[in-house]
């Protein structure tokens, strides 16, 4: 029996395409710009997005890291929400090796960051106060549930962004089941955002990877700061041909993920002693915690788990997150509810 992974959607292998892709990968040295497969990659993403440029970058982090390199310059402010990845997993990057001051503001539980709270961040022009420049969103939104960010709210904000003459990021690691949830495209979708980030690993499969999207010039600086930071890769079309393989057959199939979620939340919501986060998942994000009726404690349940070939983890506030992804299928979703039965001794 294989093991189940329900920890990340980053825990996906590539599929057989994939790996077909990468063996047959024309390649060259990628910091020439010479990297053929690169190149194709980061003009199919250029163009899927609407944008004038993409940069392949080896992860999220770094995508994010290198985009807010790109727009703000030492002491400059970013206004971040305070559940966003930026802020909570990225190592604090911005501040340490950018120089630039981060201000937080709360997320709400549907991921969006109230438009006053947005307008009371921006600081005036005051010698006593760093210059802000950059606003970043995050959709999906990991840390509120998955949930999903609608263009109607990305594009109140880029309006007020860009009405103080500021830029707007988007962390869309996982941008295409933002898209696929919506039922739209992502160049509908972030029309008018500066910059955004998504990632080929997690819920597309590939091994490795993301990529930047925005105009000639911030791609540019994006380009100066992967070089500072390290990222930039020589033959790095056999990783690329899978990305190619990502964006070309894996983005549709993201829908099935959002069901199965539905599907087992509905499930887990019924059950005593179960509390869910976000009654229903807005993609492929499962989250809850165990209440008071319980009769073990979360420590206590991973194991239960385990004895399933079934893999889960908690987080630091004592919340599982279950993740979908393309090696969940249907006979999962069965084992994984059969697991939960035993686990709370239900009929
Ligand atoms: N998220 C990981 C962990 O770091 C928490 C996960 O398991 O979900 N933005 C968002 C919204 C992310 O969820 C992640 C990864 C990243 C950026 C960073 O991507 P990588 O891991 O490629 O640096």
């Not at 503001?105 to 210059?131: C, M, W, Y």
């Not at 495209?185 to 029309?191: A, D, I, K």
């Amino acid at each position: 029996m294989e093991w189940i992974d329900l920890r990340s959607d980053t825990i996906t292998k590539p599929t057989d395409e994939m790996r077909k892709a990468m063996a047959e990968a024309e390649v060259g040295d990628d910091v020439y710009g010479e990297d053929p497969t690169v190149n194709r990659l980061q003009a199919m993403a250029a163009e899927r997005f609407g944008k004038e440029a993409a940069l392949f970058i080896p992860s999220g982090t770094m995508g994010n890291l290198a985009a807010i390199l790109a727009h703000c310059a030492r002491g400059d402010e970013v206004i971040l929400g305070n559940r966003s990845h930026t802020y909570l997993y990225e190592a604090g990057g911005v501040s340490a090796l950018g120089g630039v001051h981060t201000y937080i503001v709360p997320n709400q539980s549907d991921g969006t960051i109230s438009l006053d709270e947005l307008k009371a961040a921006i600081r005036p022009d005051d010698a006593h106060f760093p210059q802000t420049r950059l606003m970043c969103l995050e959709n999906t939104h990991n840390r509120c549930g998955g949930s999903v960010l609608d263009q109607t709210y990305i594009d109140s904000v880029a309006e007020l962004a860009h009405q103080r003459g500021l830029k707007l990021h988007m962390d869309g690691a996982r941008i295409f089941n933002a898209a696929v949830a919506l039922n739209t495209s992502v160049t509908n979708l972030v029309e008018n955002v500066d910059s955004l980030t998504f990632c080929l690993s997690k819920g597309l499969c590939a091994p490795v990877g993301s990529i930047l999207v925005g105009n000639k010039d911030f791609i540019a600086k994006a380009h100066r700061a992967r070089k500072q930071l390290g990222g930039g890769m020589r033959q790095v079309g056999i990783l690329a041909a899978a990305g190619i393989v990502a964006m070309e057959q894996m983005v549709d199939r993201l829908a099935e993920d959002h069901s199965r979620a539905q599907d087992l939340a509905q499930f887990i919501g019924l059950i005593p002693g179960v509390a869910l986060d976000w009654e229903t998942p807005d993609s492929n994000m499962i989250f809850f915690h165990l209440t008071d009726e319980a009769t073990m404690t979360i420590t206590e349940l991973i194991p239960k788990f385990a004895d399933h070939k079934i893999r889960i983890s908690a987080s630091a506030e004592a919340r599982i997150r279950l993740v979908m992804h393309y090696w969940i299928d249907d006979s999962s979703i069965l084992r994984i509810k059969s697991a939960f039965q035993e686990a709370f001794s239900l009929e």
